[in-house]
């Protein structure tokens, strides 16, 4: 959801949203939300994430993204937010809608000539949650040009684009279970588990405050 500054300084509660400068995070069973400024475009951007959404109810199934006009199933479902989240859905009029998903875990990203291998998210798509998606791409592109930079003749090729898998899937894996996990800690249900997490992002937020820093996400 993209709301102008002009509709964002209206609300007193808004209007606070918009002038505080940090990522801004709320948490729910099921829900979170992730929202910041963006002032060179006088905009405040805020993705509402449903964990529990099924495909089911939704008459557009097959479809990556689209845009929406009418807002009243996401109104309800985040009503009981912040009262400053509700205020900004009701005063928004659409909203783009994207589906989440990671791709099936490959057997090998190499052709078994080695001829042909596969980068981002084309053999390792995941889940937004870690915030590396692209990243992961990047890194994938600065591996294999370093191995590369290492060939002497054509028939090096099949040897060190096995090298890039055998150097890149390890980490990918584990930023990819990363994101599952934050994902998950995300959206813990009321209890022991969601306690211990506030608890812990409370705590390294006032440490971060405590030493002048500025804290990862907003209070």
């Known amino acids: 959801i993209l709301l102008p500054s002009s509709a964002m300084n209206g609300n007193p509660l808004t209007k606070q949203l918009y002038e505080d400068p940090s990522l801004q995070l709320w948490l729910a069973p099921g829900r979170h939300s992730i929202a910041t400024a963006v002032p060179r475009r006088n905009e405040y951007d805020m993705q509402m994430t449903d964990h529990e959404y099924g495909f089911e109810p939704d008459g557009s199934v097959g479809t990556w993204n689209e845009r929406i006009t009418n807002l009243d199933w996401l109104r309800d479902r985040f009503k009981d937010f912040d009262t400053a989240i509700v205020t900004i859905l009701a005063k928004a009029t659409s909203c783009w809608k994207w589906r989440l998903a990671e791709s099936a875990a490959l057997p090998s990203w190499t052709s078994e000539s080695g001829t042909v291998v596969l980068?981002?998210?084309?053999?390792?798509?995941?889940?937004?949650?870690?915030?590396?998606?692209?990243?992961?791409c990047i890194e994938d592109a600065a591996v294999l040009s370093e191995l590369l930079a290492q060939t002497s003749s054509i028939n090096d090729i099949p040897r060190l684009t096995r090298k890039y898998e055998e150097l890149r899937k390890p980490r990918v894996e584990r930023v990819r279970a990363y994101a599952r996990t934050n994902g998950e800690n995300y959206t813990l249900p009321d209890g022991v588990e969601q306690k211990r997490r506030d608890g812990i992002l409370k705590t390294s937020a006032r440490e971060v405050a405590e030493k002048g820093g500025k804290t990862p996400f907003g209070d």
């Open 119 to 136: 980068l981002g998210d084309s053999c390792h798509a995941m889940l937004p949650f870690a915030g590396q998606g692209a990243a992961q």
